[in-house]
């Protein structure tokens, strides 16, 4: 079982930047591939980041590209998601979720855990 805790959201303005931090539970968090995703109001659950167990390689969503970095910081099972140059249409709850076995997808029913969520909300 995995836990995970999602922080770090908020109400920011265009242009603007935050960082979600996903905090997990357990011994083995550097065993798992991370993701990020979001789901806007009336909107279905997208992909946005995704990060390998060691963290040497990560993926992104076209729409992300360029202005969100995933990292994790396995001595302290964290995963972030810094995102800056913040638009309006990125406001949605951002959600980390882990996979045990296999590399990072952007295919939310092939992650195991999910955290609660955290609101981000970008003003124009």
């Known amino acids: 079982q995995v836990q995970l805790v999602e922080s770090g959201g908020g109400l920011v303005q265009t242009g603007g930047s935050l960082r979600l931090s996903c905090a997990a539970s357990?011994?083995?968090?550097?065993?798992?591939?991370m993701g990020w995703f979001r789901r806007a109001p009336g909107k279905e659950r997208e992909f946005v980041a995704s990060?390998?167990?060691?963290?040497?390689?990560?993926f992104y969503a076209d729409a992300v590209k360029g202005r969100f970095t995933i990292s994790r910081d396995n001595a302290k099972n964290t995963v972030y998601l810094q995102m800056n140059n913040l638009k309006p249409e990125d406001t949605a709850v951002y959600y980390c979720a882990s996979r045990s076995f296999g590399p990072p997808t952007t295919r939310a029913g092939e992650y195991d855990y999910w955290g609660q969520g955290t609101q981000v909300t970008v003003s124009s």
């Open positions: 357990g011994r083995t968090f550097r065993n798992y591939a």
């Open positions: 990060i390998t167990m060691g963290g040497g390689t990560t």
